[in-house]
T-cell receptor, first 112, second 114 residues
Framework: QKEVEQNSGPLSVPEGAIASLNCTYSDRVSQSFFWYRQYSGKSPELIMSIYSNGDKEDGRFTAQLNKASQYVSLLIRDSQPSDSATYLCAVCSFSTGNQFYFGTGTSLTVIP | DAGVTQSPTHLIKTRGQQVTLRCSPKSGHDTVSWYQQALGQGPQFIFQYYEEEERQRGNFPDRFSGHQFPNYSSELNVNALLLGDSALYLC?????????????FGEGSRLTVL
């Protein structure tokens, strides 16, 4: 069973719309959750971290965490063409020796 | 403030050869982790180094080995290269062993095995 699962997409949204990216994880004792953005041929770049249930907002990005449902999501408001990238969900917990487990990523395309 | 730096950025090897990849962590960071990212996949954890010792290891064979130096920089060595070792190798740095905080990645070393 995969530790972290994401829809691979591709997900296409028009410019200015809200993009919604979802992630589920299998380890109930996971403590830390991250969203990374990865442009083609580049390394992952951290855009959001969330540690507690609920929402966390940073500019146009909102991360949502529901530990009971083992679900974390990322909303991108007012999507821009520059948001076109692959978004990786990552999960970390003490039970796995602080290893980060990544999903396969969701490819997002924002259409001008 | 220098971020995570990796070298070389690209390299081509043939099956059976050996490769060494290098990483310098972000200033102030003392923990280095290595990840392998195959095309179309998420990064897969190889191992983590802290205080010059391998602390955690993912599901990778012994052909993959590493080292951490007193200045916190690190090397990843892969012996007896296989075609399937072709991937982007990412180094990530962080602070402390018990950290469940943020990982900062270098730009990666893209290895092609022919």
């Amino acid at each position: 069973q995969k530790e972290v699962e994401q829809n691979s997409g591709p997900l296409s949204v028009p410019e200015g719309a809200i993009a919604s990216l979802n992630c589920t994880y299998s380890d109930r004792v996971s403590q830390s959750f991250f969203w990374y953005r990865q442009y083609s041929g580049k390394s992952p770049e951290l855009i959001m971290s969330i540690y507690s249930n609920g929402d966390k907002e940073d500019g146009r990005f909102t991360a949502q965490l529901n530990k009971a449902s083992q679900y974390v999501s990322l909303l991108i408001r007012d999507s821009q063409p520059s948001d076109s990238a692959t978004y990786l969900c990552a999960v970390c917990s003490f039970s796995t020796g602080n290893q980060f487990y990544f999903g396969t990523g969701t490819s997002l395309t924002v259409i001008p | 403030d220098a971020g995570v730096t990796q070298s070389p950025t690209h390299l081509i090897k043939t099956r059976g050869q050996q490769v060494t990849l290098r990483c310098s962590p972000k200033s102030g960071h003392d923990t280095v982790s290595w990840y392998q990212q195959a095309l179309g996949q998420g990064p897969q954890f190889i191992f983590q180094y802290y205080e010059e010792e391998e602390r955690q290891r993912g599901n990778f064979p012994d052909r993959f080995s590493g080292h951490q130096f007193p200045n916190y920089s690190s090397e990843l060595n892969v012996n007896a290269l296989l075609l399937g070792d072709s991937a982007l190798y990412l180094c990530a740095s962080s602070v402390g062993l018990a950290n469940t905080g943020e990982l900062f990645f270098g730009e990666g070393s893209r290895l092609t095995v022919l």
